[in-house]
């Protein structure tokens, strides 16, 4: 008997410039009215199809029916000088 496989996603970007100034979670929410960045389920289908790094391992990990957590993907939206 085989044991399920488990897959531990995350992706963190950060600011090119790396400013010195403070990187509230709010900054991580790209897209999202509630100021809040999608965790657990729905940053799985929030990324999933997305044609990101994040998305090739959701596919991956669905493909091999293992159980996937992801609890927080952390894109930084831009911040300029």
Do not use: Y
């Not at 963190?12 to 809040?36: V, Y």
């Not at 029916?65 to 927080?72: H, T, V």
Request: glycine share 4%; with cysteine.
């Amino acid at each position: 008997m085989s044991e399920k496989k488990r897959f531990l996603l995350a992706i963190s970007t950060t600011n090119q410039h790396f400013l010195p100034i403070p990187t509230p979670l709010n900054s991580f929410a790209i897209g999202r009215p509630d100021g809040k960045p999608a965790a657990g389920a729905e940053a799985l289908n929030t990324f999933r199809g997305t044609n990101t790094a994040l998305a090739a391992f959701i596919e991956l990990a669905e493909e091999v029916k293992a159980e996937i957590s992801c609890p927080l993907p952390a894109l930084l939206r831009r911040v300029d000088r």
